[in-house]
C-alpha cells in the first residue's frame, strides 16, 4: 500500500496546493504567529522529526493560504483542522504496523509501487501539468503507471527543469527505488537536465532513505563506474551533510549511517563522515551524534570529537559554548570537555586559549595554557 504517514498526507497536501517552497512556508507560518524555520519544516515534511499537533495545523493552514493566494483554493475537506486533529491524535494502524517491523520489512505492493510510481502519489502531481499547457508529459507520466520508473520518470522531471516548472513532488517518487534504480533515474536526470536537478534528487535521497540503504547506494554508485555516478559517491558526505553547494540540509540519524557504513565496511567513508560531522555540522547535531555512539564503537565518538577541535578555535568555542548550554544525552559534558581540549593541536595552545578567553571562557582559556606545557614536543 502506499505510504500513509502523517508526513506523507502532509507533503501530499503540500503537492495539491501547489508545492509552495519551504520559503513560502516559512513565511506563511510566520504570518500565523507560529514560525517554523525552513530546516524544521523539511524535517516535518519528510518524517525525519515528529510532529505535533500545533505544527501539522500551522502547516495546514499555510499550504491552504498559499492555495488561495496563486487562485487555486483547495478543497474544504483537504484542510478541515478536525480531520487533522484526528489524524495526529489517532495515527492509523498501517503506521503502527510499519514502526514495529525490522529495518527492510516491506509490504510486497508498497515495493512495487516505489519502483513503478504509485497512482496516488501521481494523481496529485498530473493538474499543474495540464494546467502548463504540458499535455505529452502529464500523457506520459499517465502511462508510467506499472512502468519502471527510470523508463519514464527522467524524462518528465527533466521537462520540467527546462519549463522551470517544480519537480520535486515527482522527485519524491523515486527516492524510496532500490539503489540501482535510483542510479539509472539519477543518470539519466543530472546527463539531459538542468545541473541542479541530478543534485537535489542524490540529496533527497540521502536525506530520506533508510540509513541500512545509504551504503548500498554508495556501492551501486561505484559499480556503476560512469564518470557521474563517480562523481555523486565522491560527493556522497558533503550531500548528506548540506555542506557546501548542498543546501538541503542534514540528517538527524547520522550516527545510524555512520554503524551501517561500518557494518559494510565501508572504513573510508565512515572514517570521511565522522571527521566532517565534527568540523562542519551544527554543534548540537555533531554533540548529538557523538552522544549516539557508545564509547566503545569503533572510536567514531573519538573522531568527530577531535575533528571538532581540529576545526580551528571558533569551532571549538561553539562547541563548548553549546556543551555548556544543553544537555546532550548520552555525553557527560565534564569528560568531553576535557577530551576537546586535550585534542586541540600542538602548537595552537595559546591561539586557542585567546579566543576561549575573549570569549569569557577563562578557566578553559587557562586550561588550555596549563595543557600546552604538559605537551611534550
Not at 524524462?155 to 542510479?183: E, K, S
Not at 558526505?237 to 565496511?265: E, N, P, Q, Y
Not at 578555535?313 to 563548548?320: K, S, V
Request: charged residues 25%; hydrophobic residues 40%.
Amino acid at each position: 500500500m502506499a505510504d500513509d504517514s502523517l508526513a506523507k498526507q502532509l507533503a501530499r497536501l503540500r503537492v495539491r496546493a501547489g508545492n509552495p517552497s519551504l520559503r513560502d512556508l516559512e513565511k506563511l507560518t510566520d504570518r500565523q504567529g507560529r514560525r517554523m524555520s525552513r530546516a524544521s519544516i523539511q524535517d516535518k515534511f519528510s518524517g525525519t522529526s515528529g510532529l505535533k499537533m500545533v505544527q501539522v495545523l500551522a502547516l495546514v493552514r499555510a499550504c491552504a493560504d498559499y492555495a488561495h493566494s496563486i487562485g487555486a483554493p483547495l478543497p474544504p475537506e483537504d484542510i478541515d483542522e478536525q480531520i487533522w486533529q484526528e489524524k495526529v491524535a489517532h495515527p492509523t494502524a498501517s503506521i503502527s504496523r510499519r514502526s514495529v517491523e525490522p529495518p527492510g520489512v516491506t509490504d510486497p505492493k508498497e515495493a512495487q509501487d516505489q519502483k513503478t510510481g504509485a497512482p496516488s502519489d501521481l494523481e496529485a502531481l498530473i493538474p499543474p501539468l495540464i494546467n502548463a499547457g504540458m499535455d505529452d508529459i502529464s500523457n506520459l507520466a499517465r502511462q508510467g503507471v506499472g512502468q519502471p520508473l527510470e523508463t519514464w520518470l527522467p524524462t518528465v522531471v527533466v521537462a520540467l527543469g527546462h519549463a522551470r516548472m517544480d519537480y520535486q513532488g515527482f522527485l519524491n517518487m523515486a527516492t524510496q527505488a532500490p539503489p540501482g534504480q535510483i542510479v539509472k533515474i539519477l543518470e539519466s536526470i543530472a546527463d539531459d537536465g538542468p545541473e541542479d536537478i541530478g543534485n537535489r534528487y542524490f540529496q533527497t535521497c540521502l536525506l530520506t532513505q533508510h540509513p541500512s540503504e545509504i551504503p548500498k547506494l554508495l556501492v551501486a554508485l561505484r559499480r556503476a563506474e560512469g564518470e557521474l555516478s563517480l562523481w555523486y559517491a565522491h560527493n556522497f558526505v558533503d550531500a548528506i551533510l548540506g555542506k557546501g553547494d548542498w543546501l538541503g540540509g542534514t540528517r538527524s540519524d547520522l550516527a545510524d549511517v555512520l554503524r551501517v557504513l561500518r557494518a559494510a565496511t565501508l572504513k573510508d567513508d565512515a572514517d570521511k563522515l565522522a571527521e566532517n560531522i565534527g568540523l562542519h555540522t551544527w554543534p548540537r547535531i555533531a554533540l548529538a551524534t557523538a552522544g549516539a555512539i557508545p564509547e566503545s564503537f569503533l572510536g567514531d565518538r573519538e573522531l568527530i570529537l577531535h575533528a571538532g577541535s581540529q576545526g580551528g578555535p571558533h569551532r571549538l568555542l561553539r562547541l563548548i559554548n553549546c556543551l555548556k548550554k544543553e544537555q546532550i544525552q548520552g555525553l557527560e559534558s565534564h569528560r568531553v570537555l576535557h577530551y576537546l581540549l586535550t585534542a586541540v593541536p600542538r602548537g595552537k595552545h595559546a591561539d586557542y586559549s585567546r579566543v576561549l578567553n575573549d570569549a569569557g571562557m577563562k578557566s578553559e582559556a587557562q586550561r588550555l595554557l596549563d595543557l600546552e606545557k604538559e605537551t611534550p614536543f
